[in-house]
């Protein structure tokens, strides 16, 4: 609680210094990879309760996105030109992580627009069809009357857990069936969907593990497991074998980047809410800057050109 109260003063102390300071003119060239989850044709999509609303981002939002950017001078790219990219322009790259099917919505923007997307895809979730175990919880929690800051506790803890650890807790809390998705908004697209979606000039699918397992709390052995198998069922599917890797939550170390090298993958992308300077000098933990549809896409997308940010700081 006293930590969202302190982000929430860094976040408007950020906006004040950067407007007062005149900073948010200074939007220096590189690559600034912004994140999304679901993209909902509606607002009121994010919030019916079947879902953690996360950041709510509506296809509408991101159209602002996508215009604010061409209209800053950045132009987009997919994963493969990253290495190669011109170091004095202004780059973006457009990425949905957890392969949802909601993210569907997004091809006829990039039709539109003619620019690439990203999508990290949860090859399990995409074959056995069972709901993301964070949504899960939220649905139950709410319906129980839990307060959102300790349903956000809740789900905190259970990350230093193994994905069959968190399963059974689940079903052990909410009944047998807890892990079945309740419609089009909580699920991962099918293997037919994902197969005529990545047919799309304008679509490149990224492994984002067979579980969303987040790889900090694994043994070498397991992460080996949860990437290969995910980059398998891909290649499997769309005929390509990905070259990204996006790592759930966010979360890597130095071992885990040098083991995603070992396993083929080129490159790495992580949460941490930077733009890069170019060139890229670790590709194995790009930054992206993820956006929130509870506050001003303009805004955000200012401050995260300027890549001025207190919060960033502290973080280092
Ligand atoms: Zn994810």
């Known amino acids: 609680m006293i930590k969202s109260s302190i982000k929430k003063i860094l976040r408007a102390t950020d906006s004040i210094v ?25 607002s009121q999509d994010a ?49 949905f992580d957890d392969g949802l099917a909601t993210n569907q919505l997004v091809l006829p923007l990039l039709e539109e627009f003619q620019i690439p997307g990203v999508f990290f895809v949860c090859t399990g979730h995409v074959e056995h069809q069972k709901a993301f175990w964070w949504d899960v919880v939220y649905r139950n929690r709410k319906r129980q009357g839990v307060s959102d800051s300790a349903i956000a506790e809740e789900v905190k803890e259970l990350k230093l857990l193994r994905m069959n650890e968190i399963e059974q807790r689940l079903r052990d809390d909410f009944g047998p069936r807890a892990m079945r998705v309740l419609g089009d908004l909580d699920r991962a697209m099918t293997v037919t969907e994902l197969k005529k979606f990545a047919s799309s000039p ?34 499997a599917w769309i005929g390509l074998r990905p070259t990204t890797i996006a790592y759930p939550n966010g979360n890597s170390s130095p071992e885990i980047r040098s083991q995603m090298r070992s396993l083929g993958l080129l490159q790495g992308q992580t949460v941490r809410a930077l733009k890069s300077s170019l060139p890229i000098h670790d590709l194995y933990a790009l930054p992206r800057v993820t956006l929130w549809g509870q506050r001003s896409i303009q805004d955000q997308l200012q401050e995260a050109r300027c890549g001025v940010s207190l919060i960033e700081t502290l973080r280092r």
């Open 18 to 42: 950067q407007k007062n300071t005149g900073q948010h003119r200074v939007d220096s060239p590189g690559l600034l990879i912004l994140t999304f989850h679901g993209t909902f044709e509606r």
């Open 47 to 95: 919030y019916c309760g079947d879902v953690d609303p996360q950041q709510a981002i509506t296809i509408a939002h991101l159209r602002e996105a996508i215009e604010s950017m061409l209209e800053a001078g950045y132009s987009f790219v997919g994963t493969d030109s990253v290495r190669y990219l011109e170091p004095s322009r202004h780059w973006t790259m457009l990425t």
């Open 202 to 235: 304008w679509v490149r699918i990224g492994n984002h593990t067979r579980d969303h397992a987040i790889l900090t709390v694994l043994s070498p052995g397991e992460i080996e497991e949860q990437v290969v198998s995910a980059q398998d069922s891909l290649e």
